[in-house]
């Protein structure tokens, strides 16, 4: 059985599953044993989560040997709707380029990383920062709503990326920003 938890695909599937077709392992899985002995699969491209049993390890290792697809199979769709397996002649780092061309060139989607401070309440050991009692200043803030309100009547989708040190030592310029500018 595989039992799937999230799907996180950029697009729908590009093919539906097909009886029969050749497939082969992702090469963005990745896979843990369970104390339960079960397998944790996760897919780093599509984002595709999940938990198989046994059997549908079993058939996970099957499939990617070259046994054919079996589309009414719950585990085989769970494994192609994961992307855990796709088809043979799948392009996989050609199809994460067109990704991300198409996402650093559109105009209608904007991705921001904001560092409302570099300070930080941690020790983690692995840090390489320096941190320094600091907050991003009032016109940063000015600057950032306004080139938003720019941009904003040509986008469909924002995503925001809270960064620091910790962000939340400057929760207020995190509050602030979050509002918006006053369109
Ligand atoms: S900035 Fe991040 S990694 Fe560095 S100490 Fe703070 S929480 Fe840890």
Known sequence: MLQLLVVNL?????????GGAAYKPSRFNHFHTLLTGEKLAFN????????????GWARYTALVKGEPLDPKNPVDQG???????????????AYLKTLHLRQRYTTEA??????????????????????????????????LLEVFAQKAPR?????????????????DVVQRLSQGPHL
């Open 44 to 55: 780093s491209l599509s984002g595709g989560l999940a938990v198989l049993d046994s059997e």
């Open 155 to 171: 986008l469909s989708k924002f995503f925001v990326t809270w960064f620091g040190g910790e962000p939340t030592l400057a929760w």
């Open 79 to 93: 494994l192609v709707e994961g992307r855990f397996i796709v088809p043979e002649n799948f392009d996989e780092l």
């Open 10 to 18: 950029h697009e729908p599937a590009q093919a539906p599953a097909r």
């Open 110 to 143: 904007w991705s921001l990383t904001i560092c409302p401070t570099i300070d930080c309440n941690f020790g983690c050991d692995y840090c390489f920062q320096r941190h320094r009692v600091s907050r991003m200043t009032e016109a940063v803030q000015a600057k």
